[in-house]
């Protein structure tokens, strides 16, 4: 079992960046699969971006692709997301997620951090 805290949200004008972060603990960090999701408020919560174990493989959903960046540091068992070039449609809540295996579904989330980005 993991524990997921996120960190990092704020305010921010479009065009602006944040960097958002996602401290676990419990089970050995490396071991999950790890990815980042949002929830805008009245929509469905969507796929940002996605790293595998060791970090070698990221994975994006094509509406921030080259605006967003996913790391991760197991030796601090922390995940990232680098966001840059914010615009007022990625405002939401930002939740770190992990899972096992590489595909199926996310077992562990974290509380979420919010984003707000103004125009």
């Known amino acids: 079992q993991v524990q997921l805290v996120e960190s990092g949200g704020g305010l921010v004008q479009a065009g602006g960046s944040l960097r958002l972060s996602c401290a676990a603990s419990g089970r050995t960090f490396s071991s999950y699969f790890m990815g980042w999701f949002r929830q805008a408020p009245g929509k469905e919560r969507e796929f940002v971006a996605a790293?595998?174990?060791?970090?070698?493989?990221?994975y994006y959903a094509d509406s921030v692709k080259g605006r967003f960046a996913i790391s991760r540091d197991n030796a601090k068992n922390t995940l990232y997301l680098r966001m840059n070039s914010l615009k007022p449609e990625d405002t939401a809540v930002y939740y770190c997620?992990?899972?096992?295996?590489?595909?199926?579904?996310?077992?562990?989330w974290g509380q979420g951090t919010q984003v707000a980005v103004s125009s």
């Open positions: 997620a992990a899972r096992s295996t590489a595909a199926g579904d996310y077992k562990y």
């Open positions: 790293i595998s174990w060791s970090g070698s493989n990221t």
